[in-house]
């Protein structure tokens, strides 16, 4: 565990202290098997033989990134997926048929994007890769509109029609030359995700495009309500924007979306669209603490975006409080 790490997104070192969390070694048998083997996997593996693991939440000043301290090495993450099954994460409380209807949404939702971002006018051939896809069921819409698909993940399962390349982005042939690499709920996991991006980035066409997705879970309340080991990056839309720029990416877009969640529900989620692009270090525009704020404080103007993004209520009763923050309304 690092404790005085560097910003994964921009590598600078001058961090703004948001507050802390304590977790309890008595908690660890309680609620569902997620939970309790990521509570293991903190007592057991990171932090053994302590009875509470106290981590504090921090900002990047630069870029608006949020992470904790101490914060997971490589190593920690490596020994956290020995200690834990590769399935296990994805066990869910809900029925087998609410979960099937979940992902034939989230399929549907993935394949309306990709062909409206593509310049391809039809998926046949399309060479996509879904980068910690799980089994790579996402990929189903797109297998039936006769797309080339692949998958790396540690997943022994692989959905029907996706053929599987290997573990990891060392797995991934020098002379890839995808179309599309998707990239959904990934990155909050990785220890160095700029370093993951970029070498993705080698594997994208000249005119490909990466879509990646995060959860936000930052509104109005600091992450990791009841642990720390699953999620170790807490991103905006804007710090997303921030994360693919420094990668070596051209931002399309960033922005605020819903995400049918696996366990029933819709979930806040940022989702950006890039391509590859050389772009200097120094010249990657950045924000510092001015996009989290509002996040971490459940500004009205977010909490209002956030209604509007899930479906809650109509664009038209927000108009007044997305007025107070214009500059998020459009970034987001």
């Known amino acids: 565990m690092n404790d005085n790490p560097t910003c994964p997104v921009c590598s600078n070192q001058s961090w703004d202290n948001r507050g802390h969390r304590t977790y309890h070694r008595a908690d660890r048998q309680r609620g569902a098997r ?81 062909l409206g971002e593509t310049k391809a006018k039809s998926t046949r051939g399309l060479r996509v890769l879904d980068f910690g896809g799980g089994d790579g069921r996402m990929l189903g819409g797109l297998v039936d509109r006769g797309a080339l698909c ?16 290997g573990d990891t982005e060392h797995d991934i042939p020098a002379d890839a030359n995808y179309d599309v690499i998707i990239c959904s709920h990934v990155v909050e996991h990785l220890p ?24 936000i879970e930052v509104v ?15 991103f905006t839309p804007d710090s997303l924007r ?28 940022a989702g950006a669209v890039a391509t590859p692009a050389a772009i200097a270090p120094e010249d990657v525009p950045v924000s510092g603490l001015d996009f989290l704020e509002p996040y971490l404080d459940g500004a009205y103007a977010v909490r209002a975006k956030r209604r509007w993004v899930l479906g809650l209520e109509k664009p038209d009763m927000l108009r007044k409080g997305l007025r107070k923050l214009p500059i998020l309304w459009r970034y987001s």
């Open 242 to 269: 921030a994360l693919l720029a420094f990668a070596g990416y051209g931002v399309n877009w960033s922005r605020l979306v819903a995400e049918p969640h696996p366990w029933g529900y819709k979930q806040l989620c």
């Open 192 to 215: 160095d995700p700029r370093e993951t991006l970029a070498a993705l980035r080698d594997a994208l066409a000249p005119d490909g495009i990466i879509y990646v997705e995060v959860p």
């Open 150 to 165: 692949h998958l790396v993940d540690y997943s022994e399962r692989v959905h029907p029609g996706v053929t599987k390349i």
């Open 34 to 114: 997620p939970y309790r083997n990521a509570m293991e996997v903190l007592f057991d593996v990171w932090a053994p033989g302590q009875d509470a693991f106290r981590v504090e939440f921090i900002a990047c000043r630069n870029c608006g990134f949020l992470t904790y301290s101490p914060r997971p090495t490589a190593d920690d993450i490596a020994r956290k997926y020995r200690h834990t099954p590769s399935d296990s994460a994805q066990d869910a409380p809900a029925a087998t048929a609410a979960l099937s209807r979940q992902d034939v949404r989230r399929a549907r939702r993935l394949t309306r994007l990709i």
């Open 220 to 234: 109005g309340q600091l992450p990791a309500a009841h642990e720390p080991v699953t999620h170790l990056n807490f």
